[in-house]
């Protein structure tokens, strides 16, 4: 289990973590969701004691990171993957790891045999490797020591989608086991899928927390629905007479209204249905809402796109 | 995607602290595990090769006698103090480099374990490289001599050689204080080489011998002058030069090790143990 409490951390005037506080529980993954400069890696550095908190602490387990005897066998960390030194083999970055941690050798090969990085690739300089393959030999890197905690950030760039589906399975088993996992990343649909509970920062402050369920009903997620009919015009008509606000999206129409309503509405007036689906705003609306201000690019734009999209 | 699970497949030992012997053992492998630690080793044995080779040539095709042990000693001690140091600089600055220092201070959260922990390294390099040299320094004498049909000349003292050892490994600390200080190979390498080749190599050799105040003000603040009276000092007496290796030698000798390799090591330390790694 991973407990932030009030953690702050100031440079000069800048306040990159704010007042955060939040738990990961053990058999859970939970996302750390953020847009680039929101302070997750600041956060995730604070945890693992490489950058001194300006208040408030992080505990493992209980226990202060620095307290934690070989942390390597109670935390797998992976903060970077390309900090690895360049002319070293793949091997003997896990070799180093093993024996600092006092793992036996075998455990190297296990964990690239996990990973499935070949013996000839674990063999070439990590200057020869692709980002996906340094990612895999990252997160050998921090399962290792057979750890309960999993600290990853941003553990998924630069896998291609087969090692995204790898790694969420690896993970879930991982928190089955009753590991706790802590992943952050800027991409949600990479989270969404496999976190049980989602964390989201902005401006260095958590701007919502929960499941993805909690959070979209949190934010009113008022029914929203994307129809097509056989009829758009008897439905519009329908529709309109019972109040709800309706607007033509390609074939067909977004309504401001759940689906059941939208279904009762078809059905009363005698309309096929040929599509029918939530359009509500989903967790990526809810994100750049809540994110807004820490965004660099306009969101409004950002977020009519994604409406119409 | 994998048959493999994430579970160990034999129970794995007991989470107990880091040992710091085993922290040693890491820094050594660090050390010399990578392409630029080997090259370097490489390059010094080659050069101790090199030098002994051309020696025993000379030798061989002269009719000189065998050369006396102190002679080989200083010959093949020089690749190693000046190369070897590269290594004791990058054990720091790679990590920074390359950002390594991520990994190893997750790890091993106590930073001052790390640091002393590649300051042992250090130290055991530095005894293994003059090790070496010594060794073949002995068998280039014997073999010399051999050549040369003469007998060989065995005038190094259990002094002399200790403080040839203990020479290489200050300059050894030294470059490990200025990785520390400034977190940069090629700012550490500039200011290490800068000091040993440029300033006491050339300036202050230079000056020492010209002028007076540089003969007061020396053996105070270069580490090569006040070493002098311990490690030449009967080279010194028999050329008539005024040797100080009593009290005021051996405060001078403090003096200029305390600002060249102490203070380095201690602002060096501090700066590890404080700053940010990101």
Redesign the interface.
Known sequence: MIKVEGLTRVYGTFTAVDDVSFTAEAGKVTGFLGPNGAGK?TTM?IM?????PTRGRATINGSL??D????????G?L??A???????TGR?VLT??A??????K??VD?ML????LTPSEAKR?IKNYSLGMKQRLGIA?A?I??PKVLILDEPANGLDP?GI??MR??LK??AD?GGTVLLSSHLLHEVEQIADELILIGNGRIVAEGTKDTILAGQGGAGQSLVTALDNEALTVALKAKGYSVEPIGTGMRVSAAPAEVGRAALEANVVLTDLRDGGAGLEDIFLQLTAETQRENTAQIHAEGASA | ??A???????P??T?????FG??V??EW??MT????GRVMLMITGGLIALVAGIILLVIALSDMSGLPASTWMSALSFPVSLLVPVLAIMIVT?EWG???H??T??????RLKVVLAKLLAVFVLGVVTMAIAVGIGAIGTAAGAAIAGTEANWNVSGETLAWSLATQILYLLMGFGFGMLLLSTPAALVVYYGYTLILEASVFSALYFIFDWAQNLFPWISMQVAMMPFVAGDEMRAAGVNVDDGALGIARLITSVALWVGLPLVLGTIRVLRS???
């Open positions: 890696s550095r693992v004691g490489l950058t001194n990171y620095a934690l005897p070989n942390p390597g066998r109670h935390v960390v903060l970077d390309s900090a690895q030194h360049d002319g070293r003997e180093i790891a024996t600092t941690m006092g793992l036996p075998s455990r296990e045999e996990l990973v499935s300089r890197h399962l020591g057979d087969a589906r790898w399975g690896l088993e991982y086991r | 995607m994998s493999a699970t994430v579970a160990p497949s034999t794995l030992p989470a107990s602290k880091v040992p085993r922290l053992l890491v492998r660090k595990d990578t392409r630029a790679q390359q950002r390594t991520m990994v201070f997750t790890l091993e959260p106590s940010e790694l990101k």
